[in-house]
Every structure is written in C-alpha cells, then in structure tokens.
C-alpha cells in the first residue's frame, strides 16, 4: 500500500516556527515530487511549496521568504520548515506525491496524506 503521512502539526504562536514532516510508506519517493497544499477555515486547498525528483522546489508568494521544503531520499520523506508563521497560516496541511515533477493541477498527485492541523494564535 502506498502511503503518506503528515506529523508534526500543533498551536503556535505568530511569529513562531513549527517544521511538518512527510513520510512515504510502500513506495520510494526518489522517482517523485512532493508538494504541501493548505486548507483553511472556509478557504480552497491551495499548493504551497513542491520540489520535485531532481531537487528543485517551489513556493507559493504567501509562503516564500519563511517556509522552506526539503527532501530526504533516504529517510524517504519530505520536510517542510515553518518561520516567522502568521495566523493566516492557520490550516491543515496535506502532503502529496506525483511522478517526477511538480505540477500546479492537483489531479496530478496520485498519493495524499490525511493532514495535519496547523494552528497559528496567541
């Protein structure tokens, strides 16, 4: 069975970091991208940040500047390190896969992750 699972998701305040991980089971993630995608309270999913098989990655302008994605081929999974977090990061936050590059069409990502919470308050 091909997985993903978020982990790292909780309460913290504006201004504050918080680092998401991206764990794939049942498949190797080296042939892949992986994106971050967002939900908020009464909001669309939205991607956020992807880097795709060969390393190159992405962000979205609402992140860029304090949120960083990584990847780890050998622990097989993905990082998403979190600063200077504001409260309209509030959200749940998905991890996601598709085959080799990154994509802006969501039905391109074949494996999803249950998510996450993330919430921002003080």
């Known amino acids: 069975q091909s997985q993903l699972v978020e982990s790292g998701g909780g309460l913290v305040q504006p201004g504050g970091s918080l680092r998401l991980s991206c764990e794939a089971s049942?498949?190797?993630?080296?042939?892949?991208?992986v994106a971050w995608f967002r939900q908020g309270p009464g909001q669309e999913r939205v991607q956020i940040s992807c880097i795709n098989s060969g390393g190159i990655m992405n962000y979205a302008d609402s992140v860029k500047g304090r949120f960083t994605i990584s990847r780890d081929n050998a622990k097989n999974m993905v990082g998403l390190q979190m600063n200077n977090v504001k409260p309209e990061d509030t959200a749940i936050y998905f991890c996601a896969a598709a085959f080799v590059r990154c994509s802006d069409y969501y039905f391109a990502f074949e494996t999803w992750g249950r998510g996450t919470q993330v919430t921002v308050s003080s």
């Open positions: 049942g498949f190797s993630l080296v042939n892949y991208a």
